[in-house]
T-cell receptor, first 110, second 114 residues
């Protein structure tokens, strides 16, 4: 059974701090990795994709991938209250399908 | 990305009835998927909607309960049949546009079964 594990949180960080969200996955052959943000009552929104080992930066977001450790993370710099949401990690599972983690709830407090 | 719409956005239905949810995309897409998200839970894939052929269902989901159509590359429907309160959930369609795994989600349909 292919699995994606995330700490459910809540992860509470002060405004302006760095939020670090982590995800591990079980399938060594996975090649594509995604982070989705989901606000309460809304559908998931794709915010980052990463395919190669290392870091990928987009604005305040940095995705990090380590395939040897089967680990992917998302850093949010200068966290804002508007970043408060559930962050879903998703990993390619074959046949064009994604396997989603349970999500980490992030709370950024002023 | 793509602009994805779903109808209805929400509905309240009686047990034993059926509801058909529509997913419309503003451009032709390769893959379309249907997910369920129960309160406080993550996403569970119901099936892959295949254009011109029968959908591919995940373990635990069957065609009799969740018939799916995909008549063309921009439209799909999911029917929730013979509903029970356990079917109360948010139903989401998603599509891939560029990369094979990069999925974008519709706004969802919030279903309550009484």
């Amino acid at each position: 059974q292919k699995e994606v594990e995330q700490n459910s949180g809540p992860l509470s960080v002060p405004e302006g701090a760095i939020a670090s969200l982590n995800c591990t996955y079980s399938d060594r052959v996975s090649q594509s990795f995604f982070w989705y943000r989901q606000y309460s009552g809304k559908s998931p929104e794709l915010i980052m994709s990463i395919y190669s080992n290392g870091d990928k930066e987009d604005g305040r977001f940095t995705a990090q991938l380590n395939k040897a450790s089967q680990y992917v993370s998302l850093l949010i710099r200068d966290s804002q209250p508007s970043d408060s949401a559930t962050y879903l990690c998703a990993v390619s599972g074959g046949y064009n399908k994604l396997i989603f983690g349970a999500g980490t709830r992030l709370a950024v407090h002023p | 990305s793509a602009v994805i719409s779903q109808k209805p956005s929400r509905d309240i239905c009686q047990r034993g009835t059926s509801l058909t949810i529509q997913c419309q995309v503003d451009s032709q897409v390769t893959m379309m998927f249907w997910y369920r998200q129960q309160p406080g839970q993550s996403l569970t894939l119901i099936a892959t909607a295949n254009q011109g052929s029968e959908a591919t269902y995940e373990s635990g989901f069957v065609i009799d309960k969740f018939p799916i159509s995909r008549p063309n590359l921009t439209f799909s429907t999911l029917t929730v049949s013979n509903m029970s309160p356990e079917d109360s959930s948010i139903y989401l369609c998603s599509v891939t546009v560029a990369g094979p795994y990069e999925q974008y989600f519709g706004p969802g349909t919030r279903l309550t079964v009484t």
